[in-house]
């Protein structure tokens, strides 16, 4: 999925992101992976531009961080404390 160029998001959406990070906001993540769509419980740690893409950190519940391109983001949805 690498290979494919990046398609940049709404803005609106970009921006909820950027907002679940800075209140720490939990949210439902769903996003595409070459296997198959995945969805993970997540706290937003950073929403940043690198090689022309931008991108976002997160770490699940059980404290693993990982980071995928926005525009491979499904869905996402506050989630309850």
Do not use: K, N
């Amino acid at each position: 999925m690498s290979d494919i160029p990046y398609q940049p998001i709404p803005c609106s959406q970009h921006e909820q992101l950027e907002f679940a990070a800075l209140r720490r906001i939990p949210l439902r993540l769903t996003y595409d992976t070459d296997s198959g769509p995945e969805t993970r419980l997540v706290r937003v740690l950073d929403v940043f531009t690198r090689d022309g893409a931008e991108w976002l950190r997160f770490s699940d519940e059980t404290g693993a961080e990982a980071v995928i391109r926005l525009d491979r983001i499904v869905r996402f949805q506050e989630r309850p404390l």
